[in-house]
DNA sequence: ACAATAGTGTCTGTTAGACAATATCAT
DNA sequence: ATGATATTGTCTAACAGACACTATTGT
């Protein structure tokens, strides 16, 4: 009819320990292309927007479907419709990003339950280095694997970056990563890994305090071989995120 | 081929004076539709994306089509896809605002020269009016007309306004609705008339100064019957706006 | 006691905002 | 001189960042 196609994509970011170092570093999940065009390279997991579907759903749907993670935040992007970013056909990609907790990440889940998805071609790659096009011989020390990714997606990756780095910073995006209640230690670490940075402790409750969005539970973590934390939850009454008039955005699996 | 229309809408702003105040006041172009749905509703400028371009060029294109203005500064603003916003088809629309300066407006053009467009169907209205659904019952005052717009372009107007305010305050954005040379006074004004509510002079041109966007040209200008204000430029050497590693988004007309 | 992390206090430099004071034009 | 706007100066409160200090646990 149109001669365009509509598709979705999401950039999903969870926090997984990095391969050499073993500290907590932001991590995406790609899926290898088994088809024509770039077939065998990384590409981002979406696919076609279903006419009886909205496009947050669409998203939802493909993201799950493809990589087996349940996203706690999603959100739209940008949309992406150069002329040469299919070769062959006019594609217009209606990317999304989102953020998933360590326990939302279905590890090669048993066969038997859950939408099987072809866990041999998913793999998390270490965010930082799909920033930028694969360059292997550029003498530049390489952690993790940064491999060439399919259609423009090496753009999309480092603008989904920019946009969760710049958010980090304004917003309580960080409950994304985290589970219903946290110390502020957990809450700074997830800040420090996203912004690839150390925080001043004392500072960072300040400003976290001051912002109201985090409320202490009362309780306390104990076992540490030192003074127990205390935990906190988010301020629910508060919004997450805000993204003006729009609202939350959500998949349906916030939790 | 895939069940979904591909659109476009721009949201278009600029400078305005007020029906009855006569102060400058931001107002935004609507085209009357000639057909179902909505037939009879004002809304905004668009077109459905020609497959051989891209989408900043559609929207650019559909806009000098419908409104004859040029615009100055031109973004992508958010793409929306609910299923039922369009009655009895599915319409995803990608959504840009614009800005355009008062000398980029076409009004009423030489039969002759300029693409032809239907004046009669393009009028301009207070932004703010637009903002909410007409409710003419509510009692509330209503400045300049507030009519009833069609699909769901009033929660984009919503949008699109609080995108133009939150970036007047942190990025050099206002440029768009200015020429090449202004005073400090003419830049105040933009930012007022924007965020509509006044700004401390001194404090306005401290911050601006420090924000290193504007350089003065070392002229002033004579006429006022008071002393002779200072010409700026902008720094053409510094970005326009931070849109991250998207970079600047021109539809090729900025001047 | 010691190591380790949690949490508080204090200082400094920067900035936003209110507002006073001075400068320079046209009339 | 007067009115009008431009431009500079000053003061205060709020805030971010650096960093010293105290608190509380397990070993």
């Excluded at 992007?77 to 279905?106: C, H, K, N």
């Excluded at 969760?164 to 209640?181: H, N, P």
């Amino acid at each position: 009819m149109s001669g365009i196609r509509l598709a979705v994509s999401t950039v999903i970011f969870a926090l997984r320990p990095h391969p050499e170092s073993g500290r907590p570093v932001l991590s995406i999940p790609l899926v290898r292309r088994t088809r024509d065009p770039f077939q065998g390279l990384w590409a981002l997991p979406g696919g076609w927007v279903d006419p009886a579907e909205s496009l947050t759903a669409s998203a939802g749907r493909t993201l799950v479907e493809t990589t087996g993670v349940r996203p706690s935040y999603l959100e739209q992007l940008y949309t992406f419709g150069a002329l040469d970013r299919s070769p062959g056909e006019r594609v217009v990609s209606v990317v999304y990003w989102a953020l998933v907790r360590p326990d939302q990440i279905g590890e090669r889940p048993a066969p038997s339950k859950g939408p099987a998805f072809d866990a041999e071609n998913v793999a998390w790659f270490v965010a930082d280095a799909l920033g930028s096009p694969g360059t292997p011989d550029d003498g530049a020390p390489r952690t993790g694997d940064a491999p060439r990714l399919a259609f423009d997606h090496h753009a999309i990756v480092t603008y989904a970056l920019w946009r969760l780095r710049t958010k980090v910073e304004y917003s309580a995006i960080a409950q994304g990563f985290l589970g219903s209640t946290f110390t502020l230690s957990e809450l700074r670490q997830v800040h420090e890994a996203v912004l690839d940075r150390e925080l001043d402790p004392a500072n960072f409750r300040r400003q976290v305090e001051a912002s109201g969005t985090i409320v202490a539970t009362g309780e306390h973590v104990l076992g540490g071989r030192h003074r127990p934390p205390r935990l906190y939850r988010f301020d629910t009454s508060a919004p997450l995120v805000d993204n003006g008039p729009l609202g939350e955005l959500t998949p349906g699996e916030m939790s």
